[in-house]
């Protein structure tokens, strides 16, 4: 029989809460200590197959938030009365809606701002690349000590960080953020500032040369060169961080090759940026091996991480049409721990504030997104990773709209992924949409936040068939097909504070609840030679 257990109105809510929530804060049950326990710790791998996995063998599904600063000093951490400020009162108010990871950005321009203006003949000239400009380490040093400050915050409240490389539309030349000035190689073209959204600027001459340059590494600046370089320093400086989750080498890929329907050049080259000359991948449509730019780096970017910090995880991206549902051209590569990283928005959307102009066409659209990403994992295994990468979804959302987020969510929760929503703070983003923020500036979460604090199952002693969370109703399923070999309990988050205002009742078949009553980990542990396990929450107390 299924254990029904009654539960009260006691709420276990994590540390800091009572910083304040902005939302209903004085109707929230008192805040008790939790149990690290009751949290997923330790080091995250993909050891092939569309999942994520724990220490214990368990199966992860993240959610979380991007929090990303594209201004100088191109980073967020504690400096109080700093617009790039970012403080325990942040990190707890994402703990405190279940959140346990943040893509966090880091920036090139910040991390190797050495001196240099666009088209400086040293770098731009055509020709083999042989740079031989030294890394200022003291500079990297100093930036990676404050990253590491807030990597080391977030693990208090036990969220794991990706370090996001961002950029958009190359560099703050063409104003976004990415590559410092002195990486910008424009082949002389003049660079032009459109008016209207940000995103136009992808179609001008002087952008697509200076992406152009990047990927084909064809000028004796080493642009590839010094940019592997600087991402090893970071990986080896948090290689043996416990709460890195893993590295995001290069924030949504753009070549003017993506503008022409059918016309996939760009995939290559993503492809030989990502791998090197020496190891070719496979192009996904072909099964042929990729033909790679003559100058590009022989050991690529993941090589590069992964010989600093061989622990960690690498979430790799397909091109920018990708979150669009584009199809992936991005095939193989025969590598370790690699995850593939897609974001997710439909084009009805306001250009200016994020928010669908058709949420029924909006939906659908980002809905079939999922479908597609699924389908082209299929095909990515490799020797190195046999069941292909795990799957992840790290952008989506940038709206104020709470029916687009429960659509989008609960096409995440029926395909099983984990996602991190697009963004944090609106921190007077350059390239994004004015109703993205979760948080406002003073902290006071927006009714947004409510929507995604969900109920969700953050590791599971097995492997998931299906999960749904309904945020009208509160209702919950959870089944998996139990594994005998692992011995740590699945978890669950419950946001009481949001959705079980007058406690909840959990349900169990093939397992029974050891969490405490209204915990908001709930923890469930399979029984002996259990073939299933079912778990349901539902509100209020148990009858």
């Not at 960080?161 to 030349?173: A, C």
């Not at 979150?323 to 991005?330: I, S």
């Not at 929760?413 to 944090?424: E, F, I, R």
Request: glycine letters at 10%; proline letters at 7%; aromatic letters at 10%.
């Amino acid at each position: 029989m299924p254990r029904l257990l009654p539960w009260g109105l006691v709420g276990v809510l994590l540390a800091g809460v009572a910083l304040g929530l902005g939302l209903g804060l004085s109707e929230a049950p008192t805040p008790v200590a939790t149990s690290a326990n009751e949290f997923v710790s330790g080091r995250i791998s993909a050891p092939g197959g569309r999942f994520l996995r724990d220490e214990d063998g368990r199966v992860v599904i993240l959610h979380g938030v991007n929090a990303v600063y594209k201004h100088a000093p191109y980073e967020l951490y504690d400096a109080p009365g700093k617009p790039w400020n970012f403080s325990a009162a942040d990190a707890a108010k994402i703990a405190s809606l279940g959140f346990d990871v943040v893509r966090l950005g880091i920036v090139w321009a910040g991390l190797e701002p050495a001196k240099g203006s666009p088209n400086d003949p040293a770098k731009c000239t055509h020709g083999k690349p042989d740079d031989r400009g030294k890394l200022d380490t003291s500079v990297l040093d100093a930036y990676l000590a404050r990253v590491k400050q807030t990597v080391d915050l977030l693990g208090r409240y036990h969220i794991y960080t990706l370090l996001d490389m961002h950029q958009d539309v190359y560099s703050q030349v063409f104003e976004g953020e990415g590559a410092p000035p002195w990486a910008v190689c424009t082949d002389g073209l003049p660079v032009e500032h459109l008016p209207g959204r940000w995103s136009r600027a992808y179609g001008t001459p002087a952008l697509q040369a200076a992406f152009e340059n990047f990927w084909n590494n064809d000028v004796v600046g080493d642009l590839q060169g010094r940019y592997d370089r600087v991402w090893s320093a970071v990986a080896a400086y948090f290689a043996h961080d416990p709460w890195i989750l893993g590295y995001d080498p290069f924030n949504e890929p753009f070549a003017q090759s993506v503008l022409s329907s059918g016309h996939h050049d760009l995939d290559a080259q993503i492809e030989c940026f990502y791998t090197g000359t020496a190891h070719p991948g496979i192009a996904l449509d072909t099964k042929q091996a990729v033909s790679c730019p003559k100058d590009d780096p022989a050991e690529g970017l993941i090589p590069t991480i992964l010989k600093a910090d061989p622990h960690h995880l690498v979430f790799y991206e397909p091109d920018i049409f990708s979150k669009r549902g584009a199809l992936n051209y991005v095939g193989a590569m025969d590598l370790p721990n690699l995850v593939l990283n897609f974001h997710d928005y439909c084009s009805s959307r306001s250009p200016v504030t994020g928010n669908p102009t058709d949420l029924r066409a909006c939906a659908g659209h980002e809905v079939r997104t999922m479908s597609e990403r699924i389908r082209d994992r299929v095909g990515l295994g490799s020797p190195k990773q046999p069941g292909g990468p795990a799957l992840f979804m790290s952008e989506f959302g940038a709206t104020g709209s709470s029916a687009l987020l429960s659509e989008v969510t609960a096409g995440a929760d029926h395909d099983l992924l984990g996602w991190v929503y697009w963004a944090w703070k609106y921190y007077d983003d350059p390239t994004g949409s004015s109703d993205e923020a979760l948080a406002a500036p003073d902290g006071r979460l927006k009714a947004t936040a409510a929507t995604l604090s969900q109920t969700y199952a953050q590791a599971v002693a097995g492997i998931p068939r299906s999960m749904s969370f309904h945020s009208t109703t509160g209702a919950f399923r959870l089944v998996y097909r139990a594994q005998d070999d692992i011995h740590a309990p699945t978890v669950i988050f419950v946001p009481l504070q949001f959705h079980y205002r007058h406690g909840y009742c959990a349900t169990v078949s093939g397992g029974s609840v050891v969490s405490p009553p209204d915990a908001e980990h709930l923890e469930v542990v399979n029984a002996t030679h259990a073939s299933t396990v079912t778990v349901d929450v539902s509100t209020g107390e148990c009858h």
